[in-house]
């Protein structure tokens, strides 16, 4: 099959990711009950005021009042009283229970497809914009989803309630007491305005700059601080809350009006105001009794106040919106497609075939790779920065699907090799490592979650760590980031263990030893040496040492292969790899001369 093909059908079975409105639909039965409790409550919370009405009308009326009709209206009242109470903490407590639900659910979805997705795609995004994803935009969710259904659907049911029951008195002063709602329903439209949602949009752009400036900031203190650059640091963070605060003193006077506006239209003296004014106008020309105009000024207010309830909440319905579609916009991104029917690798011979490959369209960096990794073998790749060697190494665990070409484990393409296969397969130890907040047991054994404790320490030993685990307060249950902060180095080894302890057939080395002192590097190499074995090895190499134990070297020049084999013959030829050699054993015979050992013969 050929490379095109591949990616043809790769595209074929990437399946689309959910919508939030698939990762909804599990909750729908849950949303209906929240609704239909918070209806019948907010209904049921009309029952006071119209037993206020009838008693009115009871005790206004001529003659004695009729004490059973008196409490029957009082009881009535008190029983909706009680309803709404009943109705409305149900509907809360299921709103929100519902709410955290739905959060957990999209964190671990964002997790999930955050975990599929290619490498290439954080690479053009920063850590602040995503944490503010997965942390302060699930949370924005909060009102969408625990008040506004059923405070949206009560909007508009109890007002047709109230309308309804006012019409059976007096149609001409219900469509007055209609007059503030209508005022404040005109106002909406200028809230909603472009410049508006441009504004809120700078709004949700400036806090990421802020969360990216912080997390910047903290991630490069001790940098900051040992070449002082303390004060662009901050004039960084403070640019970007000066910013922010800029576009929300634009966004709040823009919006000051129309709020104050509709705050005006729904308050209560206005409606009381409207009303009245109407009220006189008809009870004067005999055309309504006096006694009628209480229902209106009652539930006039009742008309006013789901309407007001949702003014108030509409800053942060508008955020809600918008968090929604940063979550889908993150959802929405495609991961490496899975084969529909996995193929099993025969052996673990790598090869490249005519791989191209570019982060941005028109930019290629690795360009034509051909390249066979055989079992049993290391093959170092050296190079000038920028020259490709990470890109390429990367291809092998399948941070990324090459735009041409073809990347062959056991002589299948590893798009037709299923994840969970390929990660037993193929193990990368990073030069960057990440460890987690978990013992030193569980960082070392993550790829290896059922390893005894035996075999844990076993790899504790080959990377020259266990003495040191022993030192730690609680030994190997010693919580990384909790009990104790590591050194680079000590990170570094432990990355190491995880890979040893993994023993895939396939290891690729981003320097591993990096940061390792003298001993500790002798220690992993040996270490290293004794895994290696039949398995294939490919290593971006910047010491001499790991290159002169290299079977193969690849020298790579602007995303291409320039020289290419054993590291003696290529000395011998005096090409870029001599010229790559003489340069690294300049710089260390330099260093030699201030006293550090030289150890850069080949072997």
């Known amino acids: 099959m050929t490379a095109t093909g591949l990616t043809a059908e790769a595209r074929e079975l990437a399946a689309p990711p959910e919508s939030l409105g698939d990762l909804l639909r599990p909750y729908g039965w849950s949303f209906a009950t929240v ?32 004490p059973g009709r008196v409490w029957t209206v009082v009881l009535a009242g008190a029983a909706g009283l009680f309803v709404r109470l009943l109705f409305t903490v ?107 949602r441009r504004e809120q949009e700078a709004l949700d752009e400036g806090m990421g700059r802020i969360s990216n400036a912080a997390v910047e900031f903290v991630q490069g203190i001790s940098v900051v601080k040992a070449f002082g650059g303390g004060e662009r640091a901050h004039r960084s963070f403070r640019t970007a809350t000066d910013d922010f605060a800029d576009t929300m003193l634009r966004w709040v006077r823009g919006l000051s009006g129309v709020a104050a506006g509709m705050q005006l239209a729904l308050s209560p003296p206005f409606v009381l105001l409207v009303v009245l004014a ?13 006694a009628d105009l209480l229902p209106f000024l009652l539930l006039g207010l009742g008309l006013t106040a789901p309407v007001a309830a949702l003014g108030h909440g509409f800053d942060d319905l508008q955020a809600a919106r918008r968090a929604v579609g940063r979550i889908r ?34 930019h290629e960096v690795l360009r034509g790779i051909d390249l066979v990794l055989e079992p049993g073998t290391v093959t170092a790749i050296v190079g000038p920065s ?49 460890l987690l907040r ?120 602007d995303g291409a292969i320039v020289e290419q084999g054993d590291p003696a013959e290529l000395l011998a030829q005096d090409g870029r790899f001599a010229a790559f050699w003489r340069s690294h054993r300049s710089a260390i015979t330099d260093d030699t001369r201030g006293g550090l050992p030289q150890g850069d013969e080949l072997r």
């Not at 919370?45 to 009115?56: F, I, M, N, S, T």
């Not at 390893?451 to 320490?457: I, K, L, P, S, Y």
């Open 278 to 290: 109407g009220g006189t106008v008809l009870v004067t020309d005999g055309s309504l009794a006096a």
């Open 35 to 66: 609704v239909i409790l918070h209806v019948i409550g907010s209904v049921a919370g009309l029952a006071p005021l119209l037993a206020v009405v009838e008693l009115g009308r009871t005790l206004l009326s001529p003659g004695p009042a009729d």
């Open 438 to 557: 978990a013992p030193v047991t569980d960082n070392i054994a993550l790829a290896v979650p059922r390893a005894g404790r035996e075999e844990v320490m076993r790899v504790a030993r080959l990377v020259n760590l266990h003495d040191r685990i022993l030192e730690l307060p609680r030994g190997y249950e010693t919580v990384i980031g909790e009990d104790v902060k590591l050194s680079g180095g000590e990170a570094q080894r432990i990355s190491i263990a995880r890979a040893l302890l993994a023993a895939t057939p396939v290891l690729v080395l981003d320097e591993a030893t990096a940061f390792a002192d003298p001993q500790t590097e002798q220690a992993v190499r040996a270490a290293l040496a004794t895994l290696a074995g039949d398995r294939t090895v490919l290593v971006i190499a910047h010491r001499l040492e790991t290159i002169a134990d290299a079977d193969t070297v690849v020298v790579l020049e």
């Open 386 to 434: 920028g020259s490709g060697k990470s890109t390429l190494v990367q291809l092998l665990p399948r941070f990324f699907d090459p735009d041409h070409g073809s990347v062959l484990l056991g002589g299948v393409d590893l798009r037709e090799i299923g994840g969970q296969e390929l990660y037993r397969t193929v193990s990368f130890v990073f030069q960057d490592v990440r």
């Open 90 to 196: 149900a509907s809360s407590g299921i709103g929100h229970l519902l709410d955290a639900r739905v959060e957990l659910s999209l964190r671990r979805h964002l997790a999930a497809r955050l975990g599929r997705v290619p490498i290439g795609w954080f690479s053009r995004r920063r850590t602040g914009e995503l944490a503010k994803v997965v942390g302060q935009d699930v949370s924005a969710v909060h009102p969408l989803i625990a008040h506004f259904p059923g405070e949206f659907v009560s909007a508009f049911v109890v007002p047709l309630v109230s309308l309804i029951y006012l019409f059976t008195v007096d149609r001409r002063l219900t469509l007055i007491t209609m007059i503030p709602v209508v005022l404040a329903v005109a106002l909406v439209p200028l809230m909603m305005t472009p410049s508006r």
């Open 329 to 362: 916009d993150v959802l929405g991104v495609r991961s490496l497609p899975e084969p529909r029917r996995p193929a099993a690798p025969q052996g673990h011979r790598v090869e490249l075939r005519g791989v191209r490959f570019g982060y941005e369209p028109g």
